[in-house]
């Protein structure tokens, strides 16, 4: 039973309990007037009803009972007895206890159905603290604030820390149910084994980047590998010799940055945030050992690694001379190459008319290129979905796609209206 059920529960016990003691204060109250034979300045006198149904008996003195309790009055009429007045004390006094019981209890349940939004409004007011004591201008103030609301959607919860100290086999349990579309809809995590996918979790590290955000720079050191939980980035390839005009667009489930770490160079791009974006980060040295660990993984990520340098224009083996036999080694793997995807979209594509579109079809069509996988049928496991298309661009879009099957290339340009 969950706090807030037990909270219900014990809110359910006390208004009964409440409930009884009113039933006994009524009948006592009835009984001291009834034996000795309705006084004439008694209660049920005055208002007459000695001589009325017991049900109507019943519900007078039951009334005059919760008024005492609840201490809004004491009925119909004041007591005018001494010993009227002994059994209404004690009656006001058990009444104001339970009903300091029941709205502290209730007080007490509402604010664990709502212990996120009050924290989240902690948090806030920390923010304006902070914003006061640095004397930020109000743009910078109003930032923040989008941020936290982008991270938190008005309530914070403490997941990261109840997972924390949990069994390392009941927190991948739990992970996995937290990252459930991202092991859905990533690629090499949909067509993964157990110990990729477990090293993944075990690993990643959230993190937020809101609109307009610069999340890699041209000449960076990539630290990380980011895969996107939610929102679209957009890359500007800074590559010398390299011949793409146009940004790359990767919305929810893809990933960037493997191509600076697998080469060992620095970035030679920027990545923007277009959309507050949620991003996976996947430090470098672990991002190391997976490749080391897994195989498949390795040659996935080199068939990608490939497949992006191609896309810019470039000869992937002169880039990187040391990985050529790694790229061949890839290719030979019929599991990574009937397994990887990776779909990317061109930013302005109302540039490429049909014979823009043909030019750009044969640039590209060079050995090992893999951009989206044909044969379905190679796993049993769920394979990933195309990266989403944002239908309501004003502008034509086309998605390029460059796949490789057994030792036929296809390439395939879509447009889309």
């Avoid at 209660?43 to 609840?70: K, N």
């Avoid at 709205?103 to 806030?124: A, C, E, H, N, P």
């Avoid at 041209?218 to 630290?223: A, C, I, Q, R, W």
């Avoid at 750009?360 to 298309?389: E, G, M």
Wanted: glycine fraction near 4%; proline fraction near 3%.
């Amino acid at each position: 039973v969950s706090t807030q059920s037990t909270g219900v529960i014990k809110i359910v016990q006390l208004l009964c309990f409440f409930f009884v003691m009113a039933h006994w204060s009524a009948c006592i109250q009835f009984f001291v007037v009834y034996v000795r034979d309705f006084p004439e300045k008694s209660w049920p006198t005055i208002i007459g009803i000695q001589d009325a149904p017991v049900l109507d008996q019943y519900l007078w003195a039951l009334f005059r009972s919760l008024s005492h309790m609840i201490t809004i009055g004491y009925g119909r009429d004041a007591p005018q007895e001494v010993i009227e007045v002994l059994f209404i004390i004690p009656s006001m006094l058990t009444g104001a206890f339970f009903y300091m019981m029941i709205v502290s209890q209730m007080t007490k349940t509402i604010s664990l159905f709502k212990m996120g939004s009050i924290r989240y409004t902690q948090k806030l007011k920390d923010v304006d603290e902070l914003a006061k004591k640095y004397k930020l201008d109000s743009d910078a103030h109003q930032r923040l604030h989008e941020f936290y609301h982008h991270k938190y959607g008005g309530e914070i919860h403490e997941d990261d820390e109840i997972i924390k100290e949990l069994s390392l086999a009941l927190k991948i349990d739990v992970i996995k149910s937290r990252y459930r579309e991202i092991l859905e809809n990533v690629f090499f995590l949909s067509t993964g084994d157990d110990g990729l996918i477990e090293q993944f979790l075990l690993s990643i590290k959230e993190s937020v980047f809101m609109t307009g955000d610069i999340i890699i720079r041209s000449e960076d050191t990539v630290e990380d590998l980011y895969v996107i939980k939610k929102g679209t980035v957009s890359i500007e390839f800074t590559t010398p010799g390299g011949n793409l005009d146009d940004d790359i667009i990767v919305r929810d489930f893809g990933f960037f940055g493997e191509t600076p770490l697998i080469t060992k160079k620095k970035a030679d791009m920027m990545v923007f945030s277009e959309v507050p974006c949620d991003c996976l980060l996947i430090p470098k040295y672990i991002f190391y050992a997976m490749l080391d660990r897994f195989p498949v993984f390795k040659s996935q990520m080199l068939l990608v690694v490939h497949s992006r340098l191609t896309l810019q224009g470039l000869d992937p083996i002169e880039y990187a001379p040391f990985l050529k036999n790694a790229f061949l080694e890839a290719l030979s793997d019929p599991n990574a190459v009937n397994s990887s995807e990776d779909i990317l979209e061109l930013a302005s594509q109302a540039r490429l008319d049909h014979q823009g579109l043909k030019e750009f079809r044969n640039k590209n069509l060079n050995d090992l290129s893999v951009f989206r996988k044909q044969n379905k049928d190679v796993f049993d496991k769920t394979f990933s979905k195309q990266t989403p298309v944002d239908l309501n661009r004003k502008e034509k879009e086309v998605h390029v796609s460059v796949s490789i099957h057994g030792d036929d290339v296809k390439t395939c340009t879509e447009n889309l209206n």
